[in-house]
């Protein structure tokens, strides 16, 4: 089950969870109202027949699928490709992922430019949307099994901060202006 939280500004281990002290936790309602992160619960056992999944997708025509795996062994040159997840970056579109397996944080950057991290499990189908600064890491079991989503061909291009000058970021921008409320739609 999701739980987010605001992260210290400790830069040991990425993969810890950095905890403020004490822990200041965020809900899901919040996050959206400050970030424009999106989460819904899926049933990971049986995703394809999953009523809010199969919902998500065609009203959001998710028309690309595929499936990734992250850990020490399937991963060549893992320590590397955990510094690479890691380096702050946007996208044009819509980042979505639903987790089958496993565990993992994404961090997304709040209007005060704190870190917010979202812890994600089993069943967790997040979506990060363009514009929006952020980051992932494995966390210390080291191991995520999920699904991808795309509208169209998938462009997984990550643009690193700064990116400010995109028509993406600013849109971007714009939204969390105005509260998010436009994009709150299954
Ligand atoms: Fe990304």
Known sequence: MVEAWFMDGETSDQRLQHHCNPPEYINMDEL?????V????????DYENDNVLQELRKKRNY?????ITCSEKCLPDYANKLISFFIEH????????????????????DAQE???RVA??????????????HRFTLDVNNYIKAKRYFVGEPVWLPYNR??????????YLKHQGEGFQKLNKV
């Open 38 to 45: 999106e989460y819904f619960q899926i049933n990971a056992d």
């Open 120 to 133: 994600v499990t089993k069943g967790d189908l997040i979506i990060i949307p363009a514009g929006i600064y």
């Open 90 to 109: 946007l996208h044009t579109d819509e980042e979505i992922r639903l987790v089958l397996d496993g565990s993992g944080y994404f961090d997304v950057r």
């Open 32 to 36: 959206f109202k400050k970030t424009g």
């Open 114 to 116: 704190k870190w917010i």
């Open 63 to 67: 028309s690309y699928e595929d499936e």
């Open 162 to 171: 700064p990116a400010d000058n995109m028509d993406c970021r600013k849109l």
